[in-house]
């Protein structure tokens, strides 16, 4: 009989233990590194409620283990009979309402420190799109500038054909990071313009759902340079795990220097939709166009993915009349009223971009048309 008491003490002990090392394990993984004081701040307010929920477990069941063993049967102790008792029940309505509080207060002002997106200095509405990111700089250094980033990861490590990189699906192609200073404070506008998707960057502690119609916005200051990555965390769809996000945190001397040079940039892409294009430029231009856009459903076979992704290579619709598919890519096609996987491109792309494509499409693979679509062809169209 002596051997059970034994037995129960040691189970409690290895429960004790198994419980303080689950704490200090998940204060040791923890989460990513801090990049931002909110994220410092969450990291914290995590290892805070960590602890005191394994010291209330330990305390608890501890009582209560050492109650049954300390006063069992065999010992010669009787249950008490009573009921309501006063002390009893103000100590278990006052203590946890303590401990509510104890929580409470840290948890509140870090909210509400995580919702205050006051007085930044660099303003950047982010898009989400099926499936890429859309960034604009809106106000402060490099207003103006706007960046797409799309899945730098190649298709061959997707599908199985390469072994994966370092930063398989967290990676955007060249120069599409969204490039801030470091100790600025910058702020987010975030929405969408097809599904819901979210954005979140878990090193600066800051996560705001992207909802079409809607403007939502989040903050952060990054308080060290590097590179952070992350991905859409809401689904959105086949390609929900391919938009990865990628953020630059630079000097602000490298800043004004980035943005320098994006400008440059700028303004030497900027297209002339006037201009008469031969079919050869339209065809480089729209090859590169096709890759950012369509390749993920169309295929670089141009083979679609029947039924839902439809063939371009020897389509009837692509090398019919011109009408057809360039008021496909300004609209979408819609079937019933409602929208289907082919989305409207009218807001993302310009008229050279997409007079390009189409003259790509209608010139590659096995289609011939011969002809090129002028960028003044696609500005005629659009309503
Ligand atoms: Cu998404």
Redesign the pocket.
């Known amino acids: 009989m002596a051997r059970k008491p034994v037995r129960i003490l040691a189970a409690l002990a290895a429960l004790a233990l198994a419980a303080v090392s689950g704490a200090a394990l998940a204060l040791e993984w923890n989460l990513r590194p801090a990049g931002s004081k909110l994220a410092a701040d969450i990291h914290s307010l995590h290892e805070y409620v960590m602890i005191l929920c394994t010291v209330i477990f330990i305390g608890v069941f501890a009582f209560m283990f050492y109650s049954v063993y300390a006063h069992r049967k065999d010992k010669g102790h009787k249950a008490a009979q009573f009921h309501e008792n006063t002390t009893v029940e103000i100590l278990w309505t006052v203590i946890p309402a303590l401990i509510l509080v104890g929580i409470a207060l840290p948890t509140t002002r870090t909210v509400i420190a995580q919702k205050d997106t006051s007085n930044p200095e660099l303003t950047i509405k982010v898009t989400?799109?099926?499936?890429k990111?859309g960034y604009d700089y809106l106000k402060g250094e490099g207003e103006g500038i706007n960046i797409m980033a799309s899945l730098g990861t190649p298709r061959d490590q997707i599908e199985g054909r390469a072994p994966k990189g370092e930063h398989y699906l967290l990676e955007v192609g060249k120069d599409e990071e969204l490039v801030v200073p470091v100790g600025k404070k910058v702020r987010m506008l975030t929405t969408?313009a097809d599904?819901?998707?979210?954005w979140w960057v878990p090193a600066f502690g800051a996560k705001q759902d992207?909802i079409p119609g809607f403007i939502r916005d989040l903050h952060f200051t990054a308080e060290k340079t590097g590179t952070f990555r992350s991905?859409?965390?809401?689904?959105?769809?086949k390609?929900?795990g391919f938009?990865p996000i990628v953020v630059k945190v630079v000097t602000q001397d490298e800043y004004t220097q980035w943005v320098g040079e994006r400008k440059k940039l700028m303004a030497a892409a900027a297209d002339d939709p006037g201009k008469q294009y031969t079919l050869e430029e339209l065809k480089v231009r729209g090859e590169k166009v096709y890759a950012a856009n369509c390749v993920a459903c169309h295929q670089a076979t141009g083979k679609g993915t029947p039924p839902v992704f439809p063939a371009l290579d020897g389509s009837k619709v692509v090398t019919g009349s011109k009408e057809a598919p360039i008021g496909i890519l300004l609209n979408g096609v819609v079937k019933d009223g409602k929208p289907t996987a082919m989305a409207a491109f009218g807001k993302q792309l310009n008229d050279v971009e997409l007079a390009a494509v189409l003259t790509f499409t209608r010139n590659n693979w096995g289609n011939k048309t011969g002809d090129a679509v002028q960028p003044a062809e696609v500005k005629a169209a659009r309503k």
């Open positions: 989400g799109y099926q499936w990111w969408a599904v819901i998707h979210s992207a991905q859409c965390v809401e689904l959105c769809g390609e929900h938009m």
